[in-house]
Structure formats: C-alpha cells, structure tokens
C-alpha cells in the first residue's frame, strides 16, 4: 500500500465521484495523495468509488497493491454474487436493488482490506449513498472495527432487497385487485414482462450471497486473522437479514404464482360466463326455429301454385280457413308442446 507506482501527477488529481471516510473525516472527491496517505497510516477507512474508469481502477490496483485480476474484475461488472480470497484481503461482490421494479439491480464489488474497506460500483445507489451522511466516527472512528463497517455496508445492499420486494408485494396486490374487477392481457403481461423477472433476478442475487456468508465468515478470518472472531458476530448478523430477505423472496414468488392463478381462473370464469351467455342466445335461435321451421316449409309446399291446388283450394272459403289459418295454429301449437316438453324454456 505505498503507492510507489502512482506519479506525482497522479498523486495531485481528484478520485471524481469517490467519498472518502476515515477516522472523524469525509472528503468527497478525494485527491490520490489524501487517498494514499489515509491506507498508509493504519487508520480504518472506507473509500467508495462511483463510476471508477479502467484508469482508476489501475491506480487502485497499484495504490492498495492489489491483484491484476482485479482490473477485469472491476471494470467488467454482471458478475456472479460471490467471495474471492487473495492475498491479503478479500473481495465480496453483492447486490443491491432500488424500488423501481423497472430498475436494474446495483452491482457492488467490496474489497475487504486489513484496515478500511474500498468498495467500488457504476451508478449512484440512494440506500448506500445515505451512509455516508452518518457521522464518520460511527463509520471509521476509533472504536469501529472493519468488520463492523462491512457488516454495515453489506447490511444496507441487503436490506434494499426488502424495501424492493414491498414494492413488488404493492404491485401484485393492485394487480390481483384489478384481476377480480376485470382481468386483462395487461395484467399477465406485466406479470410475465416485469414482475417475475424481477423477482428472479433478486432472487439470483441473494441465494448465492446468502449461502456464502457462512462460508465467508471462515474465507475472511483465514485471509485476515486479526477479523477472527469480530468478524464472526458481525456476519452472523448479516446472515439474519439475509434469511429475512430469503424468505420474503420466496413469499412473493408463491404471491406472484397465486396471482397468476387467479388470472387463469379470472379469465375462465368470464370465458364460462360469456359460453352461458352465447348458449343461452343459441337456445333462443334454436326455439324460433323449430316454431318457424314447419312453417316455412308448408308455406314453400302451398306456394307452388300446382293446377289442382289453384283449381279446387284456393277458391274453396272453408280449405282457405283449415290449411291457410287451421294448419299454421295446429303447427305452432306442436312446436310449442314439444319445447314445452323439453324443458327449452325453463333450462
């Protein structure tokens, strides 16, 4: 940690979009030279760097005498939720989550360093941001131990995944309410398109971390021993929040399938209905056309003007009266007494 490969050009520009904390201090915007002399001195400190480019991350690299591997590691982000050892200190890579369901999940690489912590992501991140506004003493002060800030800092990517799927829960509950009133293809597009891959992806970012952090407690003591049992107890507490958020996953992804069954069932039902409502339109078509069926075709049969029919009925007053009035009541009558008989009125 000398620093003896940065230039003195280096050492005078400004770390942009970096928050240095140590001891009772913040600086925003470090310069290279306040970054160097703070790992040098021994003092816990916790660098947070925003946007770094390939260049920051070479003169991390030379600044904390850290790996090569870190360079395409921290400069090729979409990693895996993991734990790496190396030699003298230990990278763990989480994620965070911001309430928007459209939002991407934040990828945080957190280097865990014998006396401070350097943690390094892309974009600004409100949950992680608001640390910094602690005061530092409770960050870095005298009595703080580095395991204590890294719990805190893991605690609050972790803790984001909570106040994220609260917001999922509120979606899948005003989709379900909705659902009742009237489902629509809307509502399983959202579902299909935005909720559930959401939850997915969370639920990806956590199960690897979660089954690490027992694994972690173990990785980060052997590589730093002086963290041994400190480490431990604040671990353990991270494992909780990580079973809390476990749990929660693994509700709203029962809550995501419930309300997905409720669609199907929904849009089913109102399928049923409008197969009753068709049926019951079908009966009406069917009952007017067994009544008018015979008719038309007795009036097809004494409307083909035969000479016998012309000749001998049609001047005849009392055939006019039987076949012409008599045989259309008599028709009808039949029609009615079988559908009566049938029940096509009443089912």
Request: aromatic share 8%.
């Amino acid at each position: 940690m000398t620093g003896a490969n940065l230039t003195d050009d280096t050492l005078n520009m400004v770390l942009e979009g970096a928050v240095l904390t140590f001891a009772d201090r913040r600086v925003d915007d470090p310069t290279w030279a306040q970054v160097e002399t703070v790992s040098a001195s021994g003092i816990h400190f916790w660098l947070d760097v925003v946007g770094a480019d390939p260049e920051d991350v070479a003169h991390l690299t030379d600044l904390f005498d850290l790996h090569p591997e870190v360079m395409s590691d921290t400069t090729k982000f979409g990693q895996r939720s993991r734990v790496a050892e190396y030699e003298g200190y230990v990278l763990v890579v989480v994620y965070g989550a911001n309430p928007a369901i459209e939002s991407e999940l934040v990828e945080l690489h957190t280097y865990v360093l014998p006396t401070g912590v350097l943690t390094v992501r892309q974009v600004p991140f409100a949950p992680l941001d608001d640390v910094h506004d602690v005061p530092p003493a409770r960050l870095t002060g005298q009595h703080v131990t580095v395991p204590a800030l890294l719990t805190r800092i893991l605690s609050t990517m972790v803790a984001s995944f909570s106040d994220a799927l609260d917001v999922v829960d509120d979606e899948l509950e005003r989709i379900e309410t909705d659902i009742l009133d009237a489902p629509q293809k809307a509502h399983m597009e959202r579902l299909i398109k935005d909720v559930r891959p959401r939850i997915s992806a969370m639920r990806r970012a956590v199960e690897p971390i979660r089954a690490l952090v027992g694994i972690s407690r173990f990785v980060v003591s052997d590589a730093l021993p002086e963290m041994g049992d400190d480490m431990r107890r604040h671990l353990r507490d991270l494992a909780t929040d990580l079973a809390y958020v476990g749990d929660q996953l693994e509700s709203e992804r029962d809550r995501l399938a419930a309300v997905m069954d409720v669609y199907m069932n929904e849009l089913s039902n109102r399928m049923n209905e409008t197969n009753i409502r068709q049926n019951a339109i079908m009966k009406q078509v069917a009952v007017v056309s067994t009544i008018f069926l015979p008719l038309t075709f007795i009036t097809g049969y004494f409307g083909q003007n035969f000479a016998w029919m012309t000749d001998n009925l049609i001047d005849n007053r009392v055939a006019w009266l039987l076949l012409g009035v008599g045989l259309y009541v008599v028709v009808v009558t039949v029609s009615l007494g079988v559908i009566r008989q049938r029940r096509w009125f009443t089912d």
